[in-house]
């Protein structure tokens, strides 16, 4: 039936959940809820048209109190309306009730998941016809008439009351109907026309009984132009249920930082909820007790008026009498709190309804109508009921003397206040503050882990990283000896046999100290690369490339890498690649180098036997294609205690004797975090003393090897570098490069960009560092490319950039300022050389 104009609608709790509005809600909900819910704060900017439409009513707790509400549900994200919706059907579907929802097409399909997931045969009562499911768009393309801009009343109940009565007759319990028509209207601006189809709602409901649920997305109301229309859409409804918000815990930092001031904020508002209800217990406890004396000095004058007020208070009043029965009296609030009648308490008392653990502390009162205790506690005590239904009431009781006009004891009046809301405040507000304690516990505890696996990750970095430079500072000593040797050798004149041969044994001596520093510098590259990668990974900065490629090349590539090694330590290399070509698009070099980790650390631990690389296809669809790589050897194996530690940042099996095999135990740390980037993951099975087999998966679309151009011969123009410039402010660098270079050109040396900016234009090649004194290398480039657009038929000079910065924001920034290559330090001559003839072919 229409809700008349002038009458407010009820504004009830979410049919679903009936739960208090949570004080931590949004800010946005808050601000429309301010009036509704006495919860969000007064600081915030409310909207009009929904405070206005709300004005002072209050929530009702009870949704679905008549099986011909036309309820409203407001809503701001979709989440919370499916819960809503969900809640409202479920209950219908699984108690054999029909219920129709009337939706968008997502909205269906997230609703019938949701209705699935709490384990309902949707198909089954679909074909009973229990539940029926319905397209909001095409049911609002049958009933409007768009060149009359209104709803056709006879196709609605043509379409929709046909149904429903159709329902009511093959269902006797009640009808649930969901529809959210009127929300497709309000999103374009078409109030009218959802006020039209809600009053139409209304009158099939003056026919037929069922309950309707009509969700609006908030959002349409916000506009100050709106307010009209929001008092009409709440005034076709016999209920109002505002929206409510929920903000999900998180495990992220900053977010469980953020839920630990909420929890506190609660904790902060509960305390203060529950002083004001102490200070408003003890104003009403001053005035029962007010109350008891003015009892006391009129009670036989004025008995009947005195009953009749009592039947009205909130306070529960019982009286006892000492052999008089007619003195005896009880309010219904008493009866209503206690959970017995008045005939069960006349007779029998109501001890019996107090808790047994509460029982003893009252032992003295008097608990019968003619009780004749003559000397009780009169002080105030909390204690608790239990009811016929088992739920707990706490209520605050006092008791006083009841004395006639000659001041003679006729027995006592004692009042009960309920105060089951202050304790359950008091409860919540204890658990939430546990709740911060333990957070917060939890949080420092998180933060001491913290603090020490980050000073582990610093002391076992700083150890791989001195155990290089150790070698490379013995070796460098013992060349010095060497050459101390050569020299003392060198000084005698003439030169014997022996002489020569302790020459030529110091030489062999030298070169064992050079290969030992090859080896520390590169086992420190490796190091410093590994970190750089992990880092990246951990900041989510180590971005894949996207290029097609063949699986099967890459780690064909990879094995003829190990065939010397493998055939050195007779160890037999066997390479799976059976499958056919199938590209995909990916990072070959982030796969090479996760397959080379592997096969290092199999020939690493393997003494005798075989080591296999297989490349398997898993799955192949037209979007996606998954391959699996495994490494398998014949080697020293794993225990559990080693496999539980395997992937963890500088963890080695064989850390009893690290030294036996080395490496920085960074590797596989690394291959996890690659693996799991290109959408797989890594595992491995091992026995101790009989091999280890590691397997991990990768995916990506499929894609098409293009073969690459025939090489195309450069034609090299003889002597087109002659000068190389080299810009580098640390000496030990300079000299580096200059004896690098000074064999084949004419190197010229500057130590920051102003110098550079002088002598560029005499060097057709720049060896460029990034980060100098006075001016660095990226605002030189700069200044040499703005000079040489500003110069006509001025040549451009090649730029190569030189840094230990190997991240790829400094590389782009180098490219963008107009440098055409980057080296990353340390640099060795093979490289320097070729960049030069690279140049040389192309200028």
């Known amino acids: ?140 393309g049958v009933l409007e008439q768009r060149e009359q801009k209104q709803i056709s009343a006879a196709k609605f109940d043509d379409f929709v009351g046909t149904l429903v009565r159709r329902l009511s007759r093959q269902f006797h319990g009640r009808i649930y109907v969901y529809g959210e028509i009127v929300d497709i209207l309000a999103s374009r601006g078409d109030y009218e026309l959802a006020v039209e189809l809600e009053q139409l709602w209304n009158g099939l409901q003056s026919l037929v009984s069922f309950t309707l649920l009509c969700g609006y997305n908030l959002n349409n109301f916000r506009d100050q132009s709106h307010r009209d229309a929001f008092h009409k859409v709440c005034h076709t409804h016999s209920k109002v249920t505002p929206s409510e918000g929920y903000a999900d815990l998180h495990d992220k930092p900053d977010d469980q930082a953020l839920m630990v001031a909420q929890l506190q904020q609660k904790a902060k508002a509960l305390e203060n909820e529950i002083e004001r209800r102490k200070a408003a217990e003890a104003a009403l406890h001053n005035s029962l007790k007010l109350l008891s004396d003015h009892a006391q000095e009129a009670l036989c004058r004025e008995r009947d008026q005195y009953r009749t007020l009592l039947s009205i208070l909130p306070v529960g009043v019982y009286g006892t009498a000492f052999g008089d029965e007619d003195d005896y009296f009880i309010n219904n609030r008493f009866c209503e709190i206690v959970g017995r009648t008045r005939t069960e308490i006349r007779i029998n008392g109501w001890v019996d309804a107090v808790h047994p653990d509460d029982r003893k502390h009252l032992s003295a009162w008097p608990f019968s109508p003619c009780d004749t205790c003559a000397d009780i506690d009169t002080g105030n005590h909390e204690y608790r009921f239990i009811r016929a239904d088992g739920s707990i009431v706490w209520v605050a009781g006092q008791t006083a003397a009841n004395r006639d006009d000659s001041g003679n004891l006729r027995g006592y009046v004692h009042t009960i206040l309920d105060i089951s809301a202050l304790k359950a405040l008091e409860r919540d507000r204890l658990e939430a503050r546990n709740a911060a304690e333990k957070h917060q ?78 080896k520390c510098v590169a086992h420190q590259k490796i190091i410093t690369d590994d970190v750089l990668n992990i880092s990246k990974l951990e900041l989510g900065k180590l971005v894949l490339r996207a290029i097609p490629f063949d699986p099967k ?122 693996v799991e980037l290109m959408g797989g993951t890594i595992s491995v099975s091992s026995t101790k003393h009989t091999g280890s087999i590691f397997s991990f998966t990768f995916s990506g679309p499929p894609g098409e090897c293009i073969p690459p151009p025939p090489p195309q011969p450069l034609i090299h123009a003889p002597h087109s570098i002659r000068t190389v410039l080299v810009v580098e402010d640390n000496i030990l660098n300079q000299k580096i490069m200059y004896r690098f270079l000074a064999p084949f050109y004419r190197v010229l040396l500057a130590s920051n960009g102003i110098e550079a900016l002088e002598v560029y234009e005499d060097a057709d090649l720049v060896f460029m560092d990034i980060v100098m004194p006075g001016m660095g290398g990226l605002e030189c480039t700069k200044e040499i490319r703005q000079r040489e657009r500003e110069q006509k038929g001025c040549k451009r000079v090649p730029i190569v950039g030189l840094s230990g910065n190997a991240r790829q924001d400094q590389i782009s920034r180098a490219f963008e300022v107009g440098m055409d290559e980057y080296l990353t330090k340390p640099v060795c001559k093979r490289r320097v050389l070729e960049i030069v003839e690279e140049f040389e072919g192309v200028l």
């Open 1 to 140: 039936m229409t809700q008349s104009q002038n009458e407010s609608p009820v504004f009830a709790r979410s049919p679903v959940t009936a739960r208090p509005v949570r004080a931590e809600a949004s800010r946005a909900n808050e601000d429309i809820l301010s009036d509704a819910s006495s919860v969000a704060s007064s600081e915030h900017e409310s909207l009009p048209a929904y405070e206005d439409a709300i004005g002072n009513q209050k929530l009702s707790l009870c949704a679905h109190g008549k099986d011909h509400d036309h309820i409203v549900q407001f809503y701001d994200t979709e989440e919370f309306l499916f819960n809503v919706i969900v809640g409202f059907v479920a209950p219908a579907l699984m108690a054999r009730e029909a219920a129709v929802i009337i939706a968008t097409k997502s909205h269906l399909e997230a609703i019938e998941l949701r209705l699935q997931a709490r384990g309902l045969d949707l198909a089954a009562r679909k074909r009973r016809g229990q539940l029926t499911l319905l397209d909001a768009h095409e049911i609002l």
């Open 441 to 518: 516990r939890h949080r420092a505890e998180e933060a001491e882990r913290y603090k020490k696996d980050q000073d582990q990750w610093i002391d076992s970095l700083c150890h791989e990283l001195r155990n290089p430079l150790n070698g490379i500072s013995g070796n460098v000593e013992l060349l010095e000896m060497g050459l101390q040797v050569r020299r003392t050798t060198l000084a005698k004149d003439p030169l014997v046999a022996d002489d020569v041969r302790t020459l030529q044994h110091q030489l062999d001596l030298d070169q064992d100290s050079i290969d030992a520093i090859s």
């Open 553 to 674: 090349t890459t780690l064909s590539d990879v094995a003829k890498m190990f065939e010397a090694e493998a055939t050195r330590q007779g160890l037999d290399l066997r390479v799976n690649l059976s499958i056919s070509s199938l590209p995909i698009t990916g990072d070959p070099h982030r796969l090479s180098q996760v397959v080379i980790n592997l096969m290092a650390n199999a020939i690493k631990f393997t003494q005798r036997g075989s080591i296999t690389l297989s490349l398997f296809l898993i799955s192949r669809t037209p979007t996606s294609i998954t391959y699996r790589v495994t490494v398998q050897d014949t080697g020293i194996g794993l225990t559990e205690p080693e496999l539980a530690m395997l992937f963890q940042r500088f963890a080695q099996p064989t850390s009893n004797n690290p030294n036996t095999y080395g490496g920085s135990g960074l590797g596989l740390y690394l291959s996890k975090g690659l």
